[in-house]
């Protein structure tokens, strides 16, 4: 069993910046790959980026590379995701989420724990 807290969402206006955090306890040895989703109003829940948790390899989604960076503390066992340059489509639910670290990255749906959740809105 793995529980994930997200926390760090809230309100910046465009160009500004966010840093949102995952709380990560349970039994996180087996599941060591670490994702961020989003989902807005209407939309289907996406990709955003992923941590391999021991190599430290990164991939993202090209709607926010070079904007946003996925990093962990493995003292903490938490992983961030430092959003910089935010833009309006940016607005979303983000979810953080853990899987085995077999397997493709981009997947929601091979996820199987998840958080509650982190309301991210940028202003025009």
């Known amino acids: 069993q793995v529980q994930l807290v997200e926390s760090g969402g809230g309100l910046v206006q465009a160009g500004g910046s966010l840093r949102l955090s995952c709380a990560a306890s349970?039994?996180?040895?087996?599941?060591?790959?670490m994702g961020w989703f989003r989902q807005a109003p209407g939309k289907e829940r996406e990709f955003v980026a992923v941590?391999?948790?021991?190599?430290?390899?990164?991939y993202y989604a090209d709607s926010v590379k070079d904007r946003f960076t996925i990093s962990r503390d493995n003292v903490k066992n938490t992983v961030y995701l430092q959003m910089n340059s935010l833009k309006p489509e940016d607005t979303a639910v983000y979810y953080c989420?853990?899987?085995?670290?077999?397997?493709?990255?981009?997947?929601?749906?091979?996820?199987?724990?998840w958080g509650q959740g982190t309301q991210v809105t940028v202003s025009s």
């Open positions: 989420a853990a899987k085995s670290p077999v397997g493709t990255l981009d997947k929601a749906d091979l996820y199987n724990y």
């Open positions: 349970g039994r996180t040895y087996s599941s060591s790959t």
């Open positions: 941590i391999k948790w021991y190599s430290g390899t990164t």
